[in-house]
């Protein structure tokens, strides 16, 4: 069964590549209007035009910008919102996280506590 969503408006933060790209290409195939979002504006007009490319019902828009800022954030919701009519559906997808390093690379001793 495949959801229709036709008339929604969805936000997919890191879609230039990978499962945000996989994922707003599901959404296009499904109706929804798709917002994409990475940190850089070129891999990401790239990713927009592969998107087009599959010939959907949704339209895509993109803004670059990078997750972590919160007036970038703010930004994309707005423009969601102004572009489209609404923002119905959001996919943080964003892989990274600067402040604190690679998930890989987190020590969990310590404060990690054992479910055994």
């Not at 850089?40 to 035009?49: D, I, M, R």
């Not at 592969?50 to 339209?59: D, I, M, V």
């Amino acid at each position: 069964m495949t959801t229709d969503l036709l008339g929604r408006t969805a936000l997919v933060t890191g879609a230039s590549r990978g499962i945000g790209l996989a994922t707003a290409a599901e959404l296009l195939r499904r109706g929804a209007n798709v917002l994409i979002t990475a940190r850089k504006a070129e891999p990401l007009e790239a990713a927009a035009t592969e998107l087009r490319a599959l010939g959907h019902k949704g339209q895509v828009s993109t803004l670059a910008g990078n997750a972590g800022d919160a007036d970038a954030r703010a930004e994309a919701v707005a423009r969601a919102v102004t572009e489209f009519g609404s923002l119905d559906i959001l996919i943080n997808n964003t892989g990274i996280n600067p402040v604190y390093g690679s998930l890989m690379d987190a020590d969990l001793g310590g404060s990690a506590r054992s479910s055994t």
